[in-house]
């Protein structure tokens, strides 16, 4: 079974950076992972993505702030998130699915959910 595990939230001022990790601990290698968020009140939208080639997607809202990035040997996804804004507190978590293809922010494809970190922006 796989399991996902984030970590990096906290709370942060306008304009600070923060770094989440995602692990993944399994025999299955995920092809594709992303992140999202979700905050409250809101529905969950996705951040960014990537893929085993190392294509990425990002959501217009974060696109320049917002790097995803991915240690295949670790299995552990990252984003790195800079500029941050208080429209930016959700609670952020992982996504990842061992199918196929190009990167991608629906939800739909991704079978394989972590329980969330936290992250508060305060203006």
């Known amino acids: 079974q796989v399991q996902l595990v984030e970590s990096g939230g906290g709370s942060v001022q306008s304009g600070g950076s923060l770094r989440l990790s995602c692990e993944a601990s399994s025999f299955l290698r995920p092809s594709r992972m992303a992140w999202f968020r979700q905050a409250p009140g809101n529905q969950r939208e996705g951040v960014a993505g990537i893929n085993r080639d190392g294509s990425t997607r990002y959501a217009d809202s974060v696109k320049g702030r917002f790097t995803i990035s991915q240690d295949r040997a670790k299995n552990i996804l990252y984003l790195q998130m800079n500029s941050l804004k208080p429209e930016d507190t959700a609670m952020y978590s992982c996504?990842?699915?061992?199918?196929?293809?190009?990167?991608?922010?629906?939800?739909?494809?991704?079978?394989?959910w972590g329980q969330g970190t936290q992250v508060t922006v305060s203006s």
């Open positions: 996504a990842a699915t061992p199918v196929s293809g190009s990167p991608t922010l629906s939800q739909n494809p991704y079978n394989f």
